[in-house]
């Protein structure tokens, strides 16, 4: 951070790169963190050689070599004493059995961005009667939890497993050692301390106010002021980053910004001087950091903007890039473990691709979109090395995404903060309004290509190329005409899908069933569709399904309808058949009832059916099982001249009270599970045997099973191996 008065200061322009002193401050941030991360990652070996560098460093009198080296040093202490702490927590004896613990919510309970899990801080365990005080590891909870809030206490009882090696995921500061199922559970109160516990109350009314249970868009809405995304559908989430948008949900410096220019509005007024304004402002970072929580992106912005409101109030202008340095080494030193945290490492990236990119488009009228345009750019180049490495694909569309989705952003998040501050509850809705607008722009991005490590090495060849001036037009439009190639190369399903009717396709969508019958007229007949509404969209974009004209939903078990309730009512359905069962859980009814404000519900008789060119015989079930997996709807297709045996999940009971059926594609029940009879399959006569199945924890398929179809003559295919099996019949 620069230490000259204003007058003379130089502030770096958006657009720049840093200057030497700028590049020495991040130096010795990079030095600090790269320390953190030798230093828990091995221990205290590389610290003699560490030293001894630094050493000689200053023997010859490189003292600049040597300040960064020290850095480093210093960053390892950090990283060898959080080590340190951490093995202790790992060693500490967890309670046997079940226990009913005193906890601390550490964020909101549950919801579909952890999969229904919370981090929990234990401040007591109850054994036989017995209350003591545990300062043990940090752990997660799961169950009846999608009430609580951050910092509010319960009473748990729950069985404390250690998590295996490798899967601590707790945030900084707060590795999670330990997972529980909880039995039960009771209120104990707030905790977080005065400050804690007035922000909870603060965070609860604003979520009071916006409603996120009761609307997509106020759902988001959560999501840009407070990073609540509980109440978003997983789907909604997947969308969101693939869309490269999830940066919007992960508050920081925007967010920190208006908070502080609100503050600021308020008491502007009192004419209170820079120092005391900085103060004001300092003390509201800190109840911002409760409100929202200390997740990585939350903290680094908070730091940033304490480092210039504290500069400000001594009469210095601080140079963005340095305190960006030196924010980055502070919350290292303070916690080592953000040197191996994807969101720390991804906001750090991404302030810095904005700060160099918004400047590069100056020229683009009008200019808000050029600074928009150059911002998106430069984060997106910025944090492409560090998803590719976690994740392997980066979103090609992201800047065009970006550009698009900020202004309804903007406004959502505006028109949501006034709305749930004032309680004028049309104002809220006008935001969430905006809010669905971007969720649309999600949807619609997420459909266009993820890209890997080679198409983005050509991309960025050719951007680099269009530095040098002389060849900047025909780069630019090389780089115009390899993006267009690329959409129209990786995304098939934009353009009417691949040529394949009539045919017979088992979709991968992981553990379960989501089959296709696509007729050679265009009509469309869908049986299951997986647990994953995400790879369920995906499948149903790789072959250009727009609409559905038929959707048969076999039986109420999650693997074969949990993904259609992100399908039903974002793609026309024309009508859909289900099998009810006495015993179907309330999951299962809600879609239903769903379904049914869609399109037409209805339960069908045994007996024969068209849709269009594809002709379905209704086989079962014959009368009520008390297997749910018996229950399954079983149908004969005809199409293409062959016949298709879509068996559900029966078993044998159900199996044996009904003729195995000539055919020559078989859809293996139950994930090729040895829940079936070889004997009644294999007299279907069926040439090809196709298993829908992923990975799974149930031993599916059984290898006795799969090698007495292959040895009765039927090959056998899986989605678990080959992705989509695809089978065509001639017109």
Not at 317 to 325: E, K, T
Not at 554 to 581: Q, T
Not at 613 to 628: M, Q
């Amino acid at each position: 951070m620069s230490t000259r008065p204003a007058a003379a200061g130089r502030s770096l322009l958006p657009g720049r790169f840093p200057d030497r002193h700028a590049r020495l401050y991040l130096a010795g941030a990079g030095a600090v963190w790269a320390g953190a991360a030798l230093g828990m990652r091995f221990g205290w070996r590389p610290a003699a050689l560490v030293i001894g560098l630094a050493g000689l460093a200053a023997l010859t009198r490189r003292w600049t070599a040597a300040l960064v080296i020290g850095l480093g040093a210093v960053g390892m202490t950090a990283g060898l004493l959080a080590d340190a702490r951490h093995e202790m927590m790992r060693e500490a004896e967890l309670p046997a059995g079940e226990v009913t613990l005193l906890v601390e919510a550490l964020s909101d309970g549950g919801g579909e961005g952890n999969d229904g899990w919370a981090p929990v801080r234990v401040l007591a365990v109850e054994e036989e009667g017995r209350r003591r005080p545990w300062d043990g590891p940090v752990g997660w909870l799961r169950g009846d939890i999608s009430h609580w809030q951050r910092s509010s206490l319960w009473w748990a009882a729950t069985v404390m497993t250690p998590l295996p090696d490798g899967e601590d995921r707790g945030g900084p500061g707060r590795r999670a050692l330990w997972s529980g199922e909880v039995e039960e559970v009771r209120s104990a109160g707030r905790g977080g301390g005065w400050a804690g516990r007035k922000a909870a109350e603060v965070r609860s009314l604003i979520l009071d106010r916006l409603r996120p249970e009761t609307d997509r868009g106020r759902a988001l809405l959560a999501g840009f002021l407070l990073g609540h995304t509980a109440h978003l559908q997983k789907v909604e989430v997947e969308q969101m980053r693939r869309a490269g948008l999830s940066h919007f949900v992960a508050v920081s410096g925007s967010n920190v910004a208006l908070f502080l220019g609100a503050l600021f509005l308020l008491s502007g007024p009192l004419g209170w001087s820079s120092r005391r304004r900085a103060a004001l402002g300092l003390s509201g970072l800190g109840f911002f950091v409760l409100l929202i929580g200390p997740d990585p992106s939350v903290m680094r912005a908070a730091v940033m903007a304490g480092l210039v409101l504290t500069a400000r109030a001594f009469g210095l202008r601080p140079d963005i890039w340095r305190v960006l340095a030196a924010g980055v080494g502070l919350l290292i030193l303070a916690a080592p473990e953000l040197a191996f945290s994807l969101g720390f490492q991804l906001s750090v990236a991404a302030t810095a691709g904005v700060m160099v990119g918004s400047g590069w488009f100056e020229k683009v009228k009008p200019r808000w979109l050029g600074t928009s345009l150059g911002a998106s750019c430069g984060a997106q180049l910025a944090v492409a090395p560090i998803l590719l490495l976690a994740i392997g694909s980066i979103p090609l569309w992201s800047p065009a995404a970006n550009v698009t989705a900020a202004p309804f952003v903007a406004a959502a998040t505006g028109l949501g903060g006034v709305g749930a501050l004032t309680g004028l509850d049309p104002v809220t809705a006008a935001g969430a309004a905006a809010a669905k607008v971007v969720l649309g722009i999600a949807e619609a991005a997420s459909g266009l290509p993820q890209i890997d490590w080679w198409a983005s090495l050509l991309l960025g060849s050719i951007g680099a190329a269009a530095l040098w001036r002389p060849i900047r037009p025909a780069a630019v439009l090389a780089c115009a005409a390899a993006v267009g190639m690329l959409t129209v190369s990786l995304s098939p399903g934009l353009f009417g899908g691949p040529a394949v009717r009539p045919a017979f396709a088992a979709l991968d969508v992981g553990q379960g069933d989501a089959i296709l019958l696509l007729g050679g007229g265009g009509e469309t007949v869908l049986v299951d569709g997986g647990g994953d509404g995400l790879l369920l969209r995906d499948g149903l974009a790789r072959f250009g399904v727009r609409a559905i004209d038929l959707l048969i939903v076999s039986h109420a078990h999650h693997d074969h309808y949990g993904g259609l309730a992100d399908v039903m009512g974002s793609i026309p359905v024309g009508a859909m058949w289900y099998a009810p069962f006495p015993g179907q859980g309330e999951e299962f009814g809600e879609f239903i009832a769903d379904a049914r404000a869609h399109t037409a519900v209805s339960t069908p008789r045994p007996g024969r059916y068209r849709v269009g060119g594809i002709g379905l015989e209704v086989l079962g079930p014959i009368r009520r099982y008390a297997s749910l997996n018996d229950q399954s709807i079983v149908v004969l297709a005809a199409l293409g001249g062959n016949r298709i045996l879509l068996s559900g999940d029966v078993e044998r009971i159900a199996q044996g009270e009904m003729a195995p059926p000539p055919t020559q594609v078989l859809k293996v029940p139950h994930q090729g599970a040895a829940t079936s009879d070889p004997g009644w399959l294999i007299d279907t006569g069926a040439s090809v045997a196709v298993v829908s199945v992923g990975p799974n924890r149930y031993g599916h398929p059984s290898a006795e099973l799969l090698a007495e179809l292959a040895e009765a003559g039927m090959e056998v295919r899986r989605t678990d191996l080959e992705g989509d099996v695809v089978i065509r019949f001639p017109m």
